[in-house]
């Protein structure tokens, strides 16, 4: 198989001929190096980046694909996924495995390019604010002392959202303007109303963060939601669609928080911890009492984890501070008992090994990406949620508040 040429001029000296095709290609991928090198080097272009040239591909990429009811991402892996299966096969055609070959390189820098200019660049920006203090003010805002303070309130606003929201005869929390019953999964129309309310709560949350204003496609919900609840995840973005997507398996309280954390993404924040924060802020504007207990309890473990640990795992210690309820334990809950049981007996993979592949594969992007703490840098929201403790952020935000 040829893919470069030689020629012969008339000296007889022979020469190597590189087809357009392939030329043109190394420019291509000439153009994504130089993007992903000016990334990773200056952070004033990828502020600059971030404000004035994504929200373009949100309004026209993201708005075009947010037409299809369907999730576009995943339409484009399946076919990613059948066109490696027919790479070994087509090899022994000898008529066509040259083009093949060339589309499929091409195929493979039309996705590069655009995982750059929808996700490798923004990676690099400063994404959410962070204050500049000295040694001495983190030593004392990131304190066990405020952790242990920071804990508590959490767990007293999730304790008093857990009895004053509304719930139906089964025991499962009511969102307002739907019409869930908990039996069953969560219809479509109820995940819409959830989505519509999403899109609501981070816009309003724009007037703090400017980058959240602007158009937002409806979050889609995965044809693939077993795979994806095997996988421990509650939701993803996908780049090269400009796509927010949720599990459609996972608890009904699940959704407004993973639904803004996805959708922090479609806006340029990349950053795990980054989304988690946003998604708890834009979850405290709702109006509706559920939605804001969605926005504690995503951030309840990661609060109750980091204060056990800083307590040396004292069990006496853990009990002298606020109890969490057993209603809000029961709330707290990726996947019903039923749907779990469901997922395992139905896929042919272990769920433990393909939850470990995820991990392991998150973890190597992320740092590939310059995250250095790779998968643990979603336990970073602590810091920023102690951030928003100590700058006041709990005033006007108390659990029963209907406003």
């Not at 030689?6 to 994504?32: C, E, W």
């Not at 007293?156 to 509304?166: D, F, G, H, I, M």
Request: proline share 3%.
């Amino acid at each position: 198989m040829k893919i470069f040429k030689t020629g012969q001029k008339n000296t007889g000296r022979r020469h190597l001929r590189i087809p357009l095709s392939i030329k043109a290609l190394l420019l291509f991928a000439a153009l994504i190096l130089f993007l992903n090198i000016l990334a990773w080097n200056s952070v004033r272009f990828d502020d600059w980046y971030l404000a004035s040239v994504f929200p373009i591909w949100v309004g026209t990429y993201g708005r075009l694909s947010g037409l299809a009811a369907f999730s576009v991402g995943e339409v484009l892996i399946v076919i990613a996924v059948i066109w490696v299966l027919l790479i070994i096969p087509v090899l022994f055609i000898k008529k066509i495995r040259r083009k093949f070959l060339i589309v499929t390189a091409w195929t493979i820098a039309v996705v590069l390019l655009i995982f750059t200019l929808n996700c490798f660049i923004v990676y690099h920006a400063h994404g959410y604010p962070k204050p500049e203090l000295s040694a001495e003010e983190r030593e004392q805002r990131y304190s066990a002392e405020n952790l242990a303070s920071l804990r508590d309130y959490i767990v007293e606003q999730c304790n008093t959202l857990a009895e004053s929201v509304p719930r139906d005869d089964n025991g499962t929390v009511v969102f307002e303007g739907t019409d869930y019953t908990g039996s069953g999964r969560v219809s479509f129309e109820v995940r819409d109303e959830i989505a519509q309310e999403s899109i609501r709560c981070m816009q309003r949350l724009s007037a703090d963060f400017p980058l959240l204003s602007g158009y937002y496609p409806k979050p889609k919900g995965m044809f693939f939601s077993d795979l994806c609840s095997q996988m421990n995840m509650r939701g993803y973005y996908f780049p090269f669609s400009m796509e927010a997507n949720y599990n459609t398996n996972m608890t009904v309280l699940n959704y407004p928080s993973c639904m803004t954390h996805e959708l922090a993404h479609l806006k340029g924040y990349m950053l795990e911890d980054d989304c988690s924060m946003l998604a708890f802020l834009a979850c405290l504007r709702s109006d509706d009492r559920a939605f804001r207990y969605s926005g504690y309890l995503s951030v309840l473990n990661y609060v109750d984890n980091d204060f056990y640990a800083s307590i040396g795992k004292d069990r006496d210690e853990y009990d002298s501070h606020v109890a969490i309820s057993d209603l809000v334990r029961s709330d707290n809950t990726f996947l019903v008992p039923d749907e779990k049981d469901r997922i395992e007996e139905e896929s042919p993979l272990d769920t433990e090994k393909v939850t470990q592949a995820t991990k392991t594969v998150s973890d190597e992007s992320m740092k590939a990406n310059g995250v250095k703490t790779g998968w643990n840098s979603y336990n970073e929201v602590v810091k920023l949620l102690l951030d928003w403790y100590a700058d006041g952020g709990t005033e006007g935000r108390t659990a029963g508040a209907d406003s």
